[in-house]
């Protein structure tokens, strides 16, 4: 199992969906995908659960704290 991680800024555009899917690509059963937005809220996120939703993909957390990052960790459905 491997960790890894991407991180978006408050605006996510075309280049990071890029970079989303490149990195689905590459990630086994076992993996888990961290994202980070910085973002205290899911606006911009929408995208990102429907990118993941569509490639078999399970949203384990999703959620803001304190740093004022809005926090998806997603894992490949088995």
């Known amino acids: 199992m491997s960790d890894y991680r991407i991180n978006f800024g408050k605006i996510i555009g075309p280049s990071d969906y890029s970079k989303l899917y490149d990195m689905l690509d ?9 994202i980070s937005i910085d973002a205290t809220d899911a606006t911009q996120s929408g995208g990102v659960f429907r990118v993941l939703e569509g490639n078999n ?22």
């Open 57 to 78: 993909f399970e949203v384990k957390t999703k959620g803001g704290n304190d740093d004022g990052k809005y926090n998806i960790i997603a894992r490949r459905k088995g």
């Open 26 to 34: 590459i990630l086994d059963k076992d993996d888990e995908l961290i």
